[in-house]
């Protein structure tokens, strides 16, 4: 096993995650190619499905992931993450229509918002600024600005949350060359002692 400081190490995780930037700026302009309306400095993880993205605006700094059935117009705020296996769905059917008339509402998040794993967001919900939605949780009504909600059904648990400034969704996904590199630099000096 490879030490965390072994210059092997170092450069293959360099070139790792530069070859996930590389995908992320081939996924972002395919993307918008089709319609998506998005910040370069968004990363969409290469798991991430989205259905119509025509009708798709993501903000700045954001970390998206999971399923976005946008069958009507889903926006998401600056600095906002959407994580693993979240379900946005903008789309339902009218349970009391002879032939289940598909019914469509359009989903708002705000900024510096956390959508944790595994989360479903339903038809015309807003989530508002700072909020957070626990892992697992079904969101079938709105959430206000920095509100904590969990649960099947989704509860407010906590109200209040101070919205993080200083955090960077983004900074999960890209490379820190300036301490890559002198980790590199210190790694290899101390081999040649």
Known sequence: MLSRENPIRICVGLVVKSLRLLGNLYRLRKLQSQGLQCSHSTYINRKCTMIKPAN???????????????????????????????????????????????????????????????????????????????????????????AVAVGNPARIIRTGRACPTEFDPISL?????????????????????
Do not use: Q
Not at 95 to 121: E, H, M, Q, R, Y
Not at 123 to 138: K, L, Y
Not at 173 to 193: E, G, P, Q, V
């Open 56 to 146: 798709i605006n993501i903000g700045a700094n954001c970390y998206i992931d999971g399923k976005l059935y946008a069958l009507d117009r889903i926006t998401i705020g600056d600095r906002t993450v959407v994580g693993e296996d979240v379900f946005l769905c903008t789309g339902s059917h009218d349970i009391d229509s002879v032939n289940f008339k598909l019914v469509t509402k359009p989903i708002s998040i705000g900024s510096f918002v956390w959508i944790a794993s595994g989360a479903t967001v339903l038809p015309g919900v807003n989530i508002g600024d700072c909020a957070v939605v626990g892992a697992m949780a079904v969101v079938a009504k709105n959430i206000p600005a920095g």
């Open 173 to 193: 996904a890209t490379i820190d060359w300036h301490t890559s590199f002198n980790r590199l630099r210190d790694s290899l000096r101390r081999k040649k002692k």
